[in-house]
């Protein structure tokens, strides 16, 4: 299939570029680089050794998408262009509204005129907010507490809308729970713009030098050592879930939501003292306030996605340390 990634070059999305072009699909990329680096498409094409299509733009930009989408031949689209900071998204919410579901909605129009209907979006487990049960299952409560897990739910309700208007839709919502780890070259990883926002980066940082050390938020949680436990999924296996949507959505139309997560959870001490093993060097924390929103804890019941896509996680923490500390050594030489 001819497949384009919206925000394809960013941490998802280069793992996913990197998983379909090694399935045999024509891969093309669509990204504005707000939060990404130009120099990962090279690393894309020598991990996959196929050459990988680019275009910058930004996806409110209808006309410019729709061109890519008829040139390219696209068949499908998988749509993980977004802003993507809980925390920055209270403070900035217009910018998130106007990027996140504007953006979305302007894929939409792009793919009518194209004449495409298949495509693959990237949730999150943000939407389900504070826990009434756990494991979340799909039928879980959907009441998000910040802007961030607001706009992830319009979008699923705008698609659920249009699937509902018009039967030819073949759509998958993946809410995604804490992706983390890196390919197994070293080649691609999560490197955001900026002051990273997640655990694994953070942790980076502080290995590499470029941090004195970690702020654990809370020590204070109803859990076994007291920080945050949550549920980490690689981000191969979650590459993974996307191929497995795209294939089963191929004979299922219709609107469909899938939890992608590992079904268990670890706290940041325990992340923690998996890297400092993987990396054979300790990792200086200091333990600082807990930050509004955050949930002692939470997992995913993924037996949807088991059930019906033939999918589930299977890397695990040592998998996830030891490939996150390989992308950190490679990329101090990026």
């Not at 497949?3 to 280069?14: K, N, P």
């Not at 249009?162 to 030819?168: G, H, I, P, V």
């Not at 997640?198 to 702020?215: F, H, K, T, Y």
């Not at 992340?271 to 949930?295: C, M, N, T």
């Amino acid at each position: 299939m001819n497949i384009l990634l919206t925000g394809g070059m960013g941490y998802i999305g280069s793992h996913t570029a990197v998983l379909l072009a090694n399935a045999g699909h024509q891969v093309y990329i669509y990204d504005n680089l707000c939060n990404s680096h130009a120099s990962t498409l090279e690393r894309i094409q020598k991990i996959t050794t196929r050459t990988i299509g680019f275009t910058e733009g930004d996806i409110r930009n209808t006309e410019k998408l729709t061109q890519v989408l008829r040139e390219q031949k696209i068949e499908a689209v998988i749509h993980l262009a977004g802003l993507k900071a809980v925390g920055e998204s209270s403070q900035k919410p217009i910018e998130y509204y106007a990027n996140n579901v504007q953006g979305s909605i302007s894929l939409i129009q792009a793919m009518q005129l194209a004449g495409i209907n298949t495509l693959v979006f990237s949730s999150s487990a943000t939407v389900y907010g504070d826990p009434t049960y756990l494991p979340y299952d799909e039928d879980h409560p959907t009441k998000p507490t910040n802007p961030y897990g607001r706009n992830k739910l319009q979008i699923e309700d705008i698609l659920r809308d249009l699937s509902a208007s018009d039967q030819e839709w073949k759509i998958g919502c993946l809410r995604y729970f804490n992706p983390v780890g890196a390919h197994e070259s070293g080649l691609i990883g999560e490197d955001p713009n900026g002051i990273p926002n997640n655990l694994m980066p953070m942790i980076g940082r502080v290995a590499n030098g470029a941090l004195p050390s970690l702020n654990i938020f809370g020590d204070d949680y109803d859990t076994p050592d007291g920080t945050g436990k949550r549920d980490y999924i690689h981000v191969m296996d979650l590459a993974e879930g996307h191929l497995a949507a795209l294939n089963w959505l191929k004979t299922n139309p219709g609107c469909h939501i899938f939890n992608l997560g590992s079904g268990d959870s670890y706290s940041v001490l325990d992340l923690l003292h998996h890297f400092e093993e993987a990396s054979s060097q300790k990792i200086p924390y200091q333990v600082v306030g807990r930050r509004p929103g955050d949930l002692p804890e939470y997992y995913a019941k993924a037996d949807k996605a088991n059930r019906l896509l033939g999918w589930s996680a299977k890397k695990n923490l040592s998998d996830i340390c030891s490939s996150s500390w390989l992308w950190i050594k490679n990329s101090r030489k990026h």
